[in-house]
């Protein structure tokens, strides 16, 4: 049988590549791995077959399925046998435990689909427990990076106060710009650390409409803002105008990466919902996959009504059922079904209960959803606090640099130099307004812009961090972050100027 749901090569059998290996997604990976070998197990499929097909998976978690297959075909083991040698040797000690269980449970004879089907569903509570502690501290972690960010900005303000009464040394502005800009990218950065790690969209060769959409743009638009940009900065235009300029080349894509992804979190919502019950009307009335979706009411599938009707009219047609749910699959965009999907019609194929079946892959589905809404509900607030917060702090830094900048000019002006002896000049206060020199001042108007640019990438990355899914999300959220400091830093020069200006 060929394998669906796999990119070109892999379906080709060319090209044997293992998965790269990622300790951070080896939680999700173990449970998905687990479900679908106890969706597949129902259908009273071969030991050698179970650890045939749990190889063939593109999982972190294959590994060790894959080593217990090669164990027990090269060296002639049994594979209750091959399954404690590879578990012995396993230092991960979820996995370890597993295959230590299973080993036993392969050499007393149990049933090993009754087995698989406890082992995912205590799997699953670990896992959602273990996904439920990192959220608990992602949200205490997000609440600090406001803090800190708060913090940042006191700082800067500190630094142009100082400037303005007293003299400071380079070495002294150099240090408060260094301290802020450090801990505002270590707090994004330990966001994005703490934060849990799952793919949410899917690396078939096909993807949703959206998503090429978003290629498309970001061919066409990511080249001509970067012309733009560098024509204006060769022309010496406003920092502001250019980060405004950056904002507009990023938001198409991003706007249009963002509406993929609120779609892919609704289709990974009802995906369960479907799959429990077309296993369930397959089971009832011993049909096939067509002929039991065609007892379905699609108005109760929510967003995947659109779906599931052309997956239907396909199998109808006559196009084979691999390439009809392929394609399915592929035009979702969520690797969520991609995994439930696969479950669900590898263990139909191979002669697997339906609904048995459909209740591992829909568990499997339901389980990682609520998870991720748990995390959205997190990273909603989160988000509106951190474009407020930015919003601010940006406000706050331009607005006091403009009224040091603009009121030091206004002095200077008014200064009558000329009519002024030496003895006149050393009369003056010793205060920073009178004794700026023009490096602290192109200094002082460096370290803004540079604090500025970094609050708005690591703002940016924070809320990707927070908010997870698709690694493009950023650009959204780096052209509304870039929008906004853009705007400010063209407008309140010019209101500080203006309020100067009427005294």
Not at 99 to 109: D, K, Q, Y
Not at 117 to 145: C, F, H, I, P, T
């Amino acid at each position: 049988m060929r394998f669906p749901f796999l990119g070109k090569k892999e379906a080709k059998g060319e090209g044997k590549k293992q998965p790269t290996f990622d300790n951070e997604l080896l939680g999700a990976d173990f449970f998905c791995q687990l479900a679908y070998m106890a969706a597949i197990a129902t259908s009273g499929i071969s030991r050698s077959g179970l650890f045939y097909h749990a190889a063939r998976l593109p999982y972190s978690a294959t590994r060790y399925f894959r080593r217990v297959d090669f164990v027990a075909k090269m060296f002639n083991h049994d594979y209750s046998q091959a399954c404690r040698l590879v578990g012995e040797k396993t230092k991960e000690p979820e996995v370890k435990a597993l295959l230590l269980r299973l080993s036993g449970a392969l050499a007393s004879g149990e049933d090993i689909a009754g087995f698989l089907s406890r082992e995912s569903q205590v799997l699953s509570e670990s896992y959602g427990n273990g996904y439920e502690r990192r959220l608990d501290l992602l949200k205490k972690w997000s609440d600090a990076y406001v803090s800190l960010i708060l913090t940042t900005a006191l700082v800067t303000v500190m630094a142009v106060v100082t400037m303005m009464i007293g003299n400071v040394t380079i070495g002294f502005m150099v240090g408060l710009a260094s301290l802020t800009i450090i801990a505002t990218i270590f707090g994004s950065w330990f966001l994005y650390r703490t934060a849990p790690r799952e793919l949410k969209n899917h690396s078939l060769p096909y993807r949703s409409q959206e998503q090429d959409t978003a290629r498309n743009l970001l061919r066409i638009v990511l080249p001509l803002g970067g012309l733009v940009m560098l024509v204006l900065i060769v022309v010496k235009a406003n920092m502001g105008t250019v980060m405004v300029a950056a904002a507009g080349a990023l938001f198409p894509a991003g706007l249009v990466i963002m509406t993929d992804d609120k779609k892919i979190s609704k289709r990974d919502e009802d995906i369960a919902a479907f799959l429990r019950s077309l296993g369930g009307v397959m089971q009832a009335i011993g049909a096939t996959a067509a002929e039991a979706m065609s007892r379905l009411d699609f108005r109760s599938l929510g967003i995947l009504r659109d779906d599931v009707s052309l997956l239907h009219r396909r199998l109808v047609a006559g196009i084979t059922p691999d390439a009809s749910w392929n394609r399915f699959v592929c035009e979702t965009g969520s690797e969520l079904v991609n995994r439930s999907v696969r479950t669900f019609w590898d263990g139909i194929t191979l002669g697997g209960e339906p609904q048995n079946v459909g209740i591992e892959a829909s568990s499997f589905a339901m389980k990682i959803s609520l998870l991720r809404a748990q995390r959205s509900q997190i990273a909603s607030g989160f988000i509106w606090l951190t474009v407020a917060m930015h919003t601010v702090l940006t406000v706050l830094s331009v607005f006091i640099y403009s009224i040091f900048v603009t009121f030091s000019h206004l002095v200077e002006k008014l200064m009558p130099k000329e009519a002024m002896g030496d003895a006149a000049l050393t009369s003056l206060p010793n205060m920073g307004l009178f004794s700026q020199s023009s490096s602290q001042m192109t200094l002082l108007h460096f370290m803004v812009l540079l604090i500025v640019v970094v609050l708005t990438m690591a703002n940016a990355f924070a809320m990707y961090s927070v908010s997870g899914g698709h690694w493009q999300k950023i650009l959204f959220y780096l052209a509304l972050t870039s929008a906004i400091s853009g705007l400010v830093l063209i407008a309140v020069p010019a209101v500080a100027s203006t309020m100067f200006t009427m005294l």
